[in-house]
């Protein structure tokens, strides 16, 4: 099984949706996701899901008119939040992960992220948890049950998904089934917009397995922007 992570593309945070940079984005990767399926049948998506918020369901918008798929709403995989009067920042994640790896040179092997006071109460960590339970349930659906840093292959499937999001809900993913700190992935995983990136589940029943990063912020459908009198303009590479 392989999940194919799309983040969306430029947005308007304040509407939530794509600016008009982000829905030529969102165009072109949908261009290059049925490309790669026409070339590769393995590849083909058969299923497309997408976070709840807008500018996550315009660029799924884009690929589900081209591959001619309907769209399946994760509620978990919004974009996280975070909280917190008390804390630096705001408790903008980001901004203390990268406190904690690059000034704090925090020890994740002996200490636990969580119960830092940067986020033992920052609501992040419990965006993160309920991400982390989200995706188990649906790695469970495709047959994969998830056991402390191992996937125990059920029944296992040869299907390819994808799933529109965001950097941070993205990340939090990684984290969970890769076995890696949210705040390192946040420091250390950056998304470009409408980038690519593959989780390869083996499809082994019976079996303890683990997921492999095939690919990882590829945006190589997207040419080096170019500004203009009018604007940045985006186009495909061929």
């Known amino acids: 099984m392989r999940i194919v992570f799309i983040r969306h593309g430029d947005p308007n945070y304040e509407k939530d949706c794509l600016t008009p940079l982000g829905k030529k ?4 990767v949908a261009k290059r996701l049925k490309k790669i399926g026409t070339e590769e049948p393995a590849a083909k998506i058969k299923k497309i899901y997408s ?3 807008g500018r996550a369901r315009q660029t799924a918008d884009a690929a589900a008119k081209i591959l001619r798929l309907d769209i399946e709403t994760l509620d978990y995989m919004k974009e996280i939040s975070w ?19 690059d000034k704090e040179n925090f020890d994740f092997a002996k200490n636990d992220w969580r ?3 940067y986020f033992k109460d920052n609501q992040a960590r419990l965006d993160c948890q309920n991400i982390a339970a ?21 029944r296992g499937t040869d299907e390819t998904v994808a799933i529109f999001a965001h950097g941070g809900s993205i ?33 082994r029943p019976g079996e303890w397995i683990h997921p492999i990063l095939e690919l990882f ?8 922007l170019t500004k203009t009198k009018r604007g940045i303009q985006v186009q495909e590479k061929n």
């Open 134 to 154: 989200g995706i188990d349930q649906f790695l469970s659906r495709y047959g994969y049950r998830h056991e402390g840093n191992r996937l125990f292959c059920e």
């Open 83 to 101: 909280s917190g009067d008390d804390l630096p920042c705001g408790g903008h994640p980001w901004t203390l992960s990268g406190w904690l790896v």
């Open 171 to 203: 990340a939090c993913v990684f984290a969970h089934l890769m076995g890696m700190p949210l705040p390192y992935a946040l420091s250390s995983m950056f998304l470009a917009h409408t980038s690519i990136s593959v989780l390869n589940f083996p499809s």
């Open 51 to 53: 976070s709840p918020l």
């Open 115 to 117: 119960t830092h006071p």
């Open 25 to 28: 984005e969102a165009l072109v």
């Open 217 to 224: 912020n590829d945006a190589a459908h997207i040419v080096p």
